[in-house]
């Protein structure tokens, strides 16, 4: 199934069967990539003073199938006592094997003692082989025990 580039209709114009049926097979092929996407989702604070990522107990990952292209959204809550910078990203494995990168990952800066900001970032990966990929979310800060809850992976395949 593909996209097929609608008509574009003038006043007045009236539908066709075929147009119709165009239309039913977009709408088929945007269905097809929502029921493909896979959430986690795990609650509960849960702390990290690593300055390099590291896992958290409850992940949280998904597995699912995807070729070479996909939405990843991250979401958390992240507060932090000391004014830095705190990170989730992800870690793709089998058969894709990306760590964690600054370049893909929710960046939150703590400017002020004690703030909790919560926030969410859509990337765009492109890096990722064909087959039944594992996105497992990770941890970091750079100064001070950032604390993480409310935290959500959710990944769309793209082709």
């Given amino acids: 199934m593909a996209w097929v580039s609608p008509h574009v209709f003038g006043v007045g114009e009236v539908l066709t069967a075929s147009e119709m049926n ?3 097979t977009d709408l088929n092929w945007l269905y097809s990539y929502l029921t493909a996407s896979t959430s986690g989702n795990a609650g509960g604070v849960q702390t990290t003073s690593s300055t390099s990522y590291t896992s958290l107990t409850g992940g949280p990952s998904v597995t699912l199938s995807t070729a070479t292209t996909a ?14 910078s705190n990170y ?14 600054d370049t893909k990952a929710l960046t939150v800066g703590t400017s002020y003692p ?18 039944v990929n594992t996105f497992t979310l990770q941890y970091k800060t750079n100064n001070g025990t950032a604390s993480f809850s409310n935290r959500s992976i959710t990944v769309i395949p793209l082709n």
């Fill in 22 to 24: 165009n239309i039913g």
């Fill in 71 to 84: 939405l990843v959204i991250v979401t958390a809550t992240i507060s932090n006592a000391s004014q830095s």
């Fill in 88 to 101: 989730v990203g992800y870690a793709v494995s089998s058969p894709t094997s990306n760590a964690a990168s």
């Fill in 114 to 131: 004690y703030g909790i900001y919560s926030s969410s970032i859509v990337i765009y990966d492109n890096t990722l082989t064909s087959g």
